[in-house]
């Protein structure tokens, strides 16, 4: 609950900043990425799989949560992307919606 937490402020954080310093966005970014790597590892590994996905889906909070972050991060494109480094954008548009793809496909299977 605390990582999915995390992951969302981090989320409003950037919704709300437009004028935002790139190395302030490029951290969030590849925190964001860390994140998902390991939520996608938890949930597909078969030690850890069915505690972690009981976990994110048992309560009715933790399955709201849960689905908010997935749909959120899955979706393509971000307003703030424009002032930011390219390498920075390919990571925020290539790895993170994929790896949020990924994970909420496994969740939601």
Same mark, same amino acid.
């Given at each position: 609950?605390? +990582? /999915?937490? &995390? $992951?969302?402020?981090?989320?409003?954080?950037?919704?709300? %900043?437009?004028?935002? =310093?790139? !190395?302030i966005?490029?951290?969030?970014?590849?925190?964001?990425?860390? +994140? /998902?790597? &390991? $939520?996608?590892?938890?949930?597909?590994?078969?030690?850890? %799989?069915?505690?972690? =996905?009981? !976990?994110?889906?048992?309560?009715?909070?933790?399955?709201?949560?849960?689905?908010?972050?997935?749909?959120?991060?899955?979706?393509?494109?971000?307003?703030?992307?424009?002032?930011?480094?390219?390498?920075?954008?390919?990571?925020r548009?290539?790895?993170?919606?994929?790896?949020?793809?990924?994970?909420?496909?496994?969740?939601?299977?």
């Open positions: 609950m605390s +990582i /999915l937490q &995390l $992951l969302v402020s981090e989320m409003d954080r950037e919704a709300g %900043s437009h004028n935002e =310093l790139p !190395e966005f490029k951290e969030r970014t590849f925190l964001m990425r860390e +994140i /998902l790597i &390991l $939520l996608n590892r938890l949930v597909s590994s078969p030690s850890y %799989s069915t505690t972690v =996905l009981r !976990e994110l889906t048992d309560t009715r909070d933790m399955a709201s949560l849960t689905v908010d972050v997935t749909t959120r991060l899955s979706r393509k494109g971000n307003e703030s992307e424009q002032q930011q480094e390219s390498m920075v954008k390919q990571v548009r290539n790895e993170i919606v994929d790896l949020a793809r990924l994970f909420k496909k496994r969740v939601f299977t």
